[in-house]
């Protein structure tokens, strides 16, 4: 089974999200040009080169430590992301949207079926704010029921090429 882009793309972040050093949300990003070349990854996390260890890992402690992993993609590009298309595990926070925006990511697309609790899109103030940005910028963001079943395979039938 091929997977779709959005469902590959999306298990790329998902899988990206696994380094998070984050106890209770796990967040990746990916992001990607139009022919699905991956340009930049990133995942929810601590300061580069901080010992992730002496800092909190849980609500409400982490919040001033913790870079969102929309932010952690970008600042990874290999070239600046205009015209990309960000995958993201969960929904973007208002700021991350206007961040990715202005990097020049027109296109977002998130999973809507592994959402992590609570949710962003139950919060009245954030769906005002982000149906605002949407009718001012005109960014295209994307719910997506992500298909992961194409991930469901043995290592032994992979290595004899049998899948």
């Not at 290999?78 to 298309?85: A, F, G, L, T």
């Amino acid at each position: 089974m091929i997977p779709e882009w959005n469902d590959y793309l999306l298990a790329q972040a998902f899988l990206v999200a696994q380094r998070s050093p984050d106890k209770q949300t796990k967040c990746g990003c990916v992001i990607a040009n139009k022919k699905h070349q991956i340009m930049g990854q990133g995942y929810n996390g601590f300061p580069r080169g901080v010992n992730d260890s002496v800092l909190p890992n849980k609500r409400p402690d982490k919040y001033p430590w913790m870079i969102h992993a929309e932010v952690n993609a970008i600042l990874n590009c290999i070239h600046k992301p205009e015209d990309c298309v960000a995958y993201i595990t969960t929904n973007p926070c208002f700021n991350c949207t206007l961040l990715m925006w202005q990097a020049g990511i027109k296109d977002i697309v998130f999973a809507t079926n592994l959402q992590h609790k609570p949710s962003m899109l139950h919060d009245d103030k954030y769906a005002d704010l982000m149906e605002e940005f949407i009718q001012l910028s005109n960014v295209n963001i994307k719910e997506h029921d992500v298909n992961l079943n194409f991930l469901a395979f043995k290592v032994d039938d992979w290595r004899l090429g049998d899948i």
